[in-house]
Nanobody, 124 residues
Framework: QVHVVESGGGLVQAGGSLTLSCVVSNATVSGYAMGWFRQAPGKEREFVAALNGIDGTIRYADPVKGRFTISKDDAKNTVYLKMNSLKTEDTAVYYC?????????????????WGQGTLVAVSS
């Protein structure tokens, strides 16, 4: 069974930065699209960013464009999300997942069971 573990969350002041990591076990990230999602309190899970495994194209949700950067290291089976200029509205639990193409992740279609996520809390 594929196992996904997110980490790197924490409490940060508005304007600060965090880098999240997601390690995938029992499966490869090489050749797959990897994506980040988030779920704020009382809201549905939403798409944040995705990186195509084949051609490296990237999609970002509008609220994070210019502030967040997704990347992955196939050798470490890990995907990252660098978050700069954090805002209070970025507060959420962040999750990662895989699919065959970034556009599938953009529409919320994922391959694996969700992990526990990592909590990002941004204070004003």
């Amino acid at each position: 069974q594929v196992h996904v573990v997110e980490s790197g969350g924490g409490l940060v002041q508005a304007g600060g930065s965090l880098t999240l990591s997601c390690v995938v076990s029992n499966a490869t990230v090489s050749g797959y699209a990897m994506g980040w999602f988030r779920q704020a309190p009382g809201k549905e899970r939403e798409f944040v960013a995705a990186l195509n495994g084949i051609d490296g194209t990237i999609r970002y949700a509008d609220p994070v464009k210019g502030r967040f950067t997704i990347s992955k290291d196939d050798a470490k089976n890990t995907v990252y999300l660098k978050m700069n200029s954090l805002k209070t509205e970025d507060t959420a639990v962040y999750y990662c997942n895989r699919n065959f193409a970034a556009r599938m992740l953009y529409y919320g279609r994922t391959l694996d069971t969700w992990g526990q996520g990592t909590l990002v809390a941004v204070s004003s």
